[in-house]
């Protein structure tokens, strides 16, 4: 008792929230104060389990919304402090019948290590019972009548009984433990038609035992009860080491962070804290194998980060003084004294794992149709049981009752249930080790269906770096003035052509940039601001009307500076082609997807890169409204678009497509809004989830006809008593295993 109210403070302890929770941007006005919880569902085994915790969170005062996911066993709460503590919200869960554990709480390896376990003890005392059963049981079968006295036949039968008990109150025990809480609480699951089968054939089976001229004969089911219980518990537990499998990425970026760090105390001496305690400017000494907690600089040391499930780059990268390291990082190597410069919710780890949680709570189109069909196929296969057993009553009400049993145990919709989510996460969960994260897995199903994919030239066919090669100056105007000028105008934008020129003007450090006063950037044009007078930099047509003119020999740059009614320089930047580019292009085109390029850049320059990549179809000096345009003439004729983009101008024209993609290194990942974020610099991942989204949407509709055959094709057989309980259990557990071990082929390869 003493434990739990202590979990109780400790969960009401607003210190601890950001261990699981992050502050909630209000949607509705006087909302404030709102909290995005993620917690661990136990005890969950289907949609309807999802359904129920959902209806128990929202049905507390103060929880705004709730998406649970049946696949991954997942939360996401969002609630105000103001109304509720997340212990009520949590004891919700758990009068409901369910726990709940913070989704980064220390103790959730060891309790999904306890429920391992557990499933595998229950697993084992069902396989040993079982082959004790089948040798009482094979007399009967190969005997011939009078080769067995009554005596016999009662002790085998006795003993079969005794046997099957450890199987129905101890390894049945979660079946029925769901089944009498769905009672309580009114409601279907898919653990209840499976808990009545069981008892069902038990029953049936004490009383021809003890009661051979009873009403329902002589005959026993031990064996066929044993078997479909050693066979259902085999699909649970194999499913769940699957689904810990296909949830890995998740989990494994979730623990990146350590529990506690060394942190330098005023004296110099460093003191062991939590990581929850670390603020920004703190100095902390990160270990060989630990990971870093926060965003930080090297002051001292030198180490290798493993940097692989932030960026997708494979190979360790070297750290040493004054670089930068991120959160959820692997030190491999050297002890580094660090700087704090950004700790929680503001760091890049927080902001992915953000993204991914929220991924993994989504259902997509087609695991939606699947949750509703589930509760009222439930009630059917129920109402089905009752009507076989009426049909066969007359005959026999012993087999009557098995064939009920029969139906109740093989119709279980979990391989229904499974089909899409078990999928859609492996999926994401492989996109996540190679740098792509899914925002949206409905973006997976779009982007199986596309046929043209349109590049942004700048920052994403080209390296996002670029270097100034040629200036032109006005006369009477140096080139370090025009420069300092422009980089006063450029810090205000993360535009790669305005960062390339405040690179530049760093690296020359002849003149120190003017203070630039109210600058404004106009996406897809430049930017404005005053200093003694209007200043405006940016493209031709942005700066040419406001001027007196830009000479011929400067209209081939890419970059023009002038004032209120002068011209003052121009610059021409170059940019390097991706490395695996031309690689991508031609894997698009071998998928059968026209790729296009449309760039705000000069048509020249975006002509170039198109001939170096193999694009035909390439458009240049194109504005945001310009892409949206020719993008909404395409989707008129009835394409179906991708956009890849640096996340920067390409706003609109990524929100107008049927999936987007984004350069995470680009802007802010909280800034994008796009359905996929490419997180390192490769652009083959491109290609490369295409094809993979593909497969995807092949295995779930593979998923989804088996599941289909497998009940059209067994509930008849079910109805008309052809098939005995055992196999049902069997084929009620191969059917699910089967659609999860399908959906696990989508973690391999990429």
């Known amino acids: 008792m003493h434990s739990d109210s202590s979990m109780v403070e400790l969960l009401d302890d607003r210190q601890e929230w950001l261990r699981f929770s992050q502050p909630h941007k209000p949607t509705l006005q006087g909302a404030d104060d709102c909290w995005d919880s993620h917690v661990v569902i136990q005890g969950m085994h289907c949609a309807a389990c999802a359904f129920t915790v959902e209806e128990a969170l929202m049905s507390v005062p103060g929880v705004q919304s709730a998406e649970v996911n049946a696949a991954t066993h997942r939360a996401k709460v969002v609630w105000s402090a103001a109304r509720v503590t997340p212990s009520a919200w949590m004891a919700a869960i758990a009068k409901a019948g369910y726990g709940a554990l913070p989704a980064a709480d220390s103790s959730l390896r060891q309790a999904r290590h306890e429920e391992s376990r557990r499933a595998l003890w229950r697993w084992l005392v069902a396989g040993f019972c079982m082959m004790q059963v089948m040798m009482y049981a094979y007399p009967a079968y190969v005997s011939r009548e009078g080769d067995i006295t009554p005596d016999m036949v009662f002790l085998l039968r006795w003993a079969s009984w005794v046997l099957t008990l450890p199987v129905v109150f101890f390894s049945c025990g979660p079946f029925f433990g769901n089944a ?72 494994a970026l979730m623990n990146r962070l350590p529990d506690s760090v060394e942190r330098q105390l005023p004296s110099g001496e460093f003191e062991r804290v939590a990581v929850r305690r670390v603020m920004v400017g703190d100095v902390i000494r990160v270990l060989p194998s630990e990971s870093f907690p926060a965003d930080g600089v090297i002051l ?217 006063q109210d600058v404004n950037e106009m996406i897809g044009q430049g930017l404005e601001g005053y200093l003694d007078g209007r200043l405006r930099l940016g493209s031709f047509t942005f700066c040419a009307p406001k001027t007196k003119g830009i000479p011929d020999a400067a209209g081939v740059c890419q970059v023009h500076l002038c004032s ?73 004729q009835g394409a179906r678009v991708a956009m890849v983009g640096d996340g920067l101008n390409d706003g609109p024209v990524l929100a107008g497509a049927h999936v987007s993609m984004a350069f995470g290194n680009a802007v802010p990942l909280a800034q994008s809004k796009s359905d996929l974020v490419l997180m390192g610099g490769s652009l083959l991942v491109v290609a490369q989830s295409v094809k993979l989204a593909r497969h995807t949407l092949r295995v779930v509709r593979q998923n989804l006809l088996w599941a289909a055959a497998y009940n059209a094709l067994c509930v008849p057989l079910a109805v008309v008593g052809l098939l005995p309980a055992w196999l049902a259990g069997l084929g009620m557990a191969l059917s699910s295993l089967w659609v999860v071990l399908n959906s696990l082929r989508l973690t391999k390869g990429f």
């Not at 509703?372 to 089905?384: E, S």
């Not at 300092?484 to 205000?492: E, N, P, R």
């Not at 694009?615 to 194109?622: H, N, R």
């Open 300 to 516: 001292q040391g030198q180490t290798l980060a493993d940097e692989a499930l932030l960026t997708g780059e494979s190979r360790p990268q070297v750290r040493g003084v004054g670089d930068t390291v991120v959160a959820g990082s692997h030190n491999l190597s050297g002890i580094v004294t660090v700087r704090v410069v950004q700790v929680g919710e503001g760091t890049q780890f927080s902001q992915i794992v953000s993204l991914m949680e929220n991924a993994s709570l989504q259902k997509p189109r087609l695991a939606q149709l699947a949750d509703r069909i589930a509760k009222p196929f439930l009630v059917g296969v129920l109402v089905l049981a009752a009507l076989s057993a009426v049909y066969w009553w007359p005959t026999n009400p012993g087999h009557a009752l098995m064939v009920a049993v029969a139906v109740l145990v093989v119709t279980c919709p979990c391989a229904l249930s499974l089909a899409t989510p078990a999928a859609m996460l492996a999926a994401a969960g492989n996109l996540a080790r190679h740098g792509v994260l899914v925002r949206n897995l409905q973006a997976l199903e779009s982007l199986a269906e596309i046929d043209t994919l349109i590049f942004d030239k700048t920052g994403t066919l080209t390296q996002d770096g670029q270097r100034v090669t040629q200036v032109m100056t006005a006369e009477g105007v140096t080139p370090a003035f025009a420069l300092g000028l422009a980089a006063a105008l450029a810090k205000h934008s993360l535009h790669p052509l305005s960062r390339a020129l405040v690179q530049a003007h760093e690296s020359a450090r002849d003149v120190a940039a003017p203070d630039v």
């Open 180 to 251: 009498l809480r769905d009672i309580r609480a009114r409601r279907v699951s898919m653990d209840l038609p499976v808990a009545l089968g069981m008892v069902i054939t038990f029953l049936l089976s004490s009383v021809a035992t003890f009661e051979p001229e009873g009403i329902f004969g002589a005959e026993v089911y031990y064996d066929s009860l044993t078997m479909f219980v050693f066979f259902l518990l085999t699909g649970r537990w194999l499913e769940l080491r699957v689904r810990d499998r296909t949830a890995g990425a998740l989990e």
């Open 564 to 636: 209120e009614n002068e011209w003052l320089a121009s610059w021409q930047l170059s940019e390097d082609i991706r490395a695996d580019a031309v690689q991508t292009v031609k894997a698009l085109k071998d998928l059968n997807v026209d790729v296009w390029l449309l760039s705000g850049d000069q048509p020249e320059s975006a002509q170039q890169v198109a001939q170096q990549v193999g694009i035909t179809q390439a458009f240049g000096a194109c504005t945001p409204q310009d892409k949206l345009s020719r993008m909404q003439t395409a989707q008129s």
